[in-house]
């Protein structure tokens, strides 16, 4: 009897637990970025923060004709935001358990931003406005797409196998 009841109380504990998170777990990170990590992922109050709906180069990623295309992505996103007051709006948890997250410059959408200066690609189930910004962004031969390269998807896929 008493293991049944220590057990409730444990279960009753992790359910607390898990329902206060679900409703006091901040939808909103507020604060100046610690670092810019690479071009879709920065440091915010602790909290690593990789950009939704969008993917960049790999920091050591270059361009067929030897361009550092990662390196431009990083510096665009550090250009944005560095020193500024943000606001992330969580979406989600990602596959590495980093925090899925909107940046808000003001009320302006950096992500999105990202892919219009042609410093980021649409992931390919983005919203219209992320595909459509991308596509403009190519024709236009905006940031890295001045060059040719391979999708970061892709990129990454390579060097796991080597």
Known sequence: MKDQKLKSVIFLGIFIVCVMTYFFWPSEILGVPTRVIDGDTILINNIKVR???????????????????????????EKLIQNKKIR??????????????????????????????????????????????MYIAQIKGRGIFKESFMNPKYYRKLKRKL
């Open 51 to 77: 950009l939704a709906f969008i993917d960049t180069p790999e920091s050591k990623q270059y361009s067929s004709s030897k361009l550092p295309i990662g390196k431009m992505a990083k510096n665009h996103l």
């Open 88 to 133: 992330v709006h969580r979406v989600g948890k990602g596959v590495y358990g980093r925090t899925l997250g909107i940046i808000y410059l003001k009320n302006e959408n950096i992500n999105l931003k990202m892919v219009r200066d042609g410093y980021a690609l649409a992931h390919e189930t983005s919203a219209w406005n992320y595909q459509n910004a």
